[in-house]
C-alpha cells in the first residue's frame, strides 16, 4: 500500500535525525566520543609507510601525513584511529608553520625543525590549534594525540609554569570534546594527579626506564587506556610491569616505523 507523502517525508526525516547523519565536518555529540580501556591494544607509526596489517583494534598515525582515505580504511578494518599532532612545539615542516608567530616561537626542543611553543599565548595558538584540531575531525579521526604537553619542565625560552602548563592542557582538552574526539595526555606525569578527568588515556615514553610506570596509575584506575613505549629496554625488562600495571606496552624503535614488538 502507498503511504501518503507527508507520512513517507516525516518517517524519512525521523530516520535520518535518528541515524546521526551528518556532513563530515559536523560536530559529534561529546557524550559519543570514543573510551579506550586499560590494556587496549594498538600499534604507533609515524614515520614510513603505513603498514595497515598490524591486528591490533588501535592505530596512532600522524595527523598531517594521512588522508582521510586511509583514516576510513583503517576504520573499515574494525580500527580506531589517533590523530598525532604536536601542540607544545612549532614544527618547520608542517603546512601551517607560517601562521605561528616569532614571539611565540622558543628553544629546540631535541628535535630536527621543532621549536617550543609559547603556551602562555592562547590568544595566538587557540585558533591554530582548533583549525589543526578540526582537520583530524574533518578527517574522521577517533581521537588526537597532543605532543609536547610539558613544556613547563623544559627550557622553552618562556617563563612557564605548572599552572600555565595545566591551564593550556585543559585548553586542548576541550578543544577534542567539543569536536566529539577522546583526547590522550601524552607523558606529563606530574600533573596526572590534576589532569586524569580532562582526558580519555595516556600515551607514555620510557615510563620503564625512568621508573616512573606507577604515576600512570590514576589513569586505568579510572578506567582509562595507557598507551606506552619503550625505545631502549628490551621487553622482558617493562612487560611483567605493564601487566601488573594494564598497561598498552610496546617496544618501538625511536624512527616510531612499522615494526614494533608488543608484550
Same mark, same amino acid.
Given at each position: 500500500?502507498?503511504?501518503?507523502?507527508?507520512?513517507?517525508?516525516?518517517?524519512? !526525516?525521523?530516520?535520518?535525525? %535518528?541515524?546521526?547523519?551528518?556532513?563530515?565536518?559536523?560536530?559529534?555529540?561529546?557524550?559519543?566520543?570514543?573510551? *579506550?580501556?586499560?590494556?587496549?591494544?594498538?600499534?604507533?607509526? !609515524?614515520?614510513?609507510? #603505513?603498514?595497515?596489517?598490524?591486528?591490533?583494534?588501535?592505530?596512532?598515525?600522524?595527523?598531517?601525513?594521512?588522508?582521510?582515505?586511509?583514516?576510513?580504511? !583503517?576504520?573499515?578494518?574494525?580500527?580506531?584511529?589517533? %590523530?598525532?599532532?604536536?601542540?607544545?612545539?612549532?614544527?618547520?615542516?608542517?603546512?601551517?608553520?607560517?601562521?605561528?608567530? *616569532?614571539?611565540?616561537?622558543?628553544?629546540?626542543?631535541?628535535?630536527?625543525?621543532?621549536?617550543? &611553543?609559547?603556551?602562555?599565548?592562547?590568544?595566538?595558538?587557540?585558533?591554530?590549534?582548533?583549525?589543526?584540531?578540526?582537520? %583530524?575531525?574533518?578527517?574522521?579521526?577517533?581521537?588526537?594525540?597532543?605532543?609536547?604537553?610539558?613544556?613547563?619542565?623544559?627550557?622553552?625560552?618562556?617563563?612557564?609554569?605548572?599552572?600555565?602548563?595545566?591551564?593550556?592542557?585543559?585548553?586542548?582538552?576541550?578543544?577534542?570534546?567539543?569536536?566529539?574526539?577522546?583526547?590522550?595526555?601524552?607523558?606529563?606525569?606530574?600533573?596526572? *594527579?590534576?589532569?586524569?578527568?580532562?582526558?580519555?588515556?595516556?600515551?607514555?615514553?620510557?615510563?620503564?626506564?625512568?621508573?616512573?610506570?606507577?604515576?600512570?596509575?590514576?589513569?586505568?584506575?579510572?578506567?582509562?587506556?595507557?598507551?606506552?613505549?619503550?625505545?631502549? #629496554?628490551?621487553?622482558?625488562?617493562?612487560?611483567?610491569?605493564?601487566?601488573?600495571?594494564? !598497561?598498552?606496552?610496546? &617496544?618501538?624503535?625511536?624512527?616510531?616505523?612499522?615494526?614494533?614488538?608488543?608484550?
Amino acid at each position: 500500500m502507498r503511504r501518503p507523502i507527508l507520512l513517507v517525508l516525516l518517517l524519512a !526525516l525521523l530516520a535520518a535525525g %535518528c541515524s546521526g547523519a551528518a556532513g563530515p565536518g559536523a560536530q559529534s555529540p561529546s557524550g559519543d566520543r570514543w573510551r *579506550p580501556r586499560p590494556g587496549t591494544a594498538w600499534q604507533w607509526q !609515524l614515520s614510513g609507510r #603505513l603498514d595497515t596489517s598490524v591486528d591490533v583494534p588501535v592505530y596512532d598515525i600522524d595527523g598531517f601525513d594521512h588522508s582521510r582515505a586511509t583514516v576510513a580504511g !583503517l576504520h573499515r578494518d574494525g580500527r580506531k584511529v589517533i %590523530c598525532y599532532l604536536s601542540t607544545g612545539a612549532w614544527e618547520d615542516f608542517r603546512p601551517d608553520a607560517d601562521d605561528f608567530p *616569532p614571539s611565540v616561537i622558543g628553544r629546540g626542543n631535541g628535535w630536527e625543525g621543532e621549536r617550543w &611553543l609559547d603556551i602562555r599565548r592562547t590568544d595566538v595558538l587557540e585558533p591554530l590549534m582548533a583549525e589543526r584540531f578540526d582537520m %583530524c575531525r574533518d578527517k574522521g579521526f577517533d581521537a588526537v594525540e597532543p605532543d609536547n604537553m610539558d613544556g613547563y619542565r623544559n627550557r622553552t625560552g618562556f617563563p612557564l609554569t605548572a599552572a600555565d602548563q595545566l591551564r593550556y592542557n585543559r585548553l586542548i582538552a576541550r578543544l577534542a570534546h567539543e569536536r566529539g574526539l577522546a583526547v590522550g595526555l601524552k607523558n606529563d606525569l606530574d600533573q596526572i *594527579p590534576e589532569l586524569v578527568g580532562d582526558f580519555d588515556f595516556a600515551v607514555n615514553e620510557q615510563c620503564a626506564q625512568y621508573g616512573e610506570c606507577d604515576a600512570l596509575t590514576p589513569f586505568v584506575e579510572a578506567g582509562k587506556a595507557v598507551f606506552h613505549v619503550e625505545y631502549e #629496554l628490551p621487553t622482558s625488562r617493562f612487560c611483567a610491569d605493564s601487566r601488573r600495571l594494564r !598497561l598498552s606496552s610496546l &617496544l618501538k624503535t625511536y624512527e616510531l616505523d612499522a615494526w614494533r614488538r608488543p608484550c
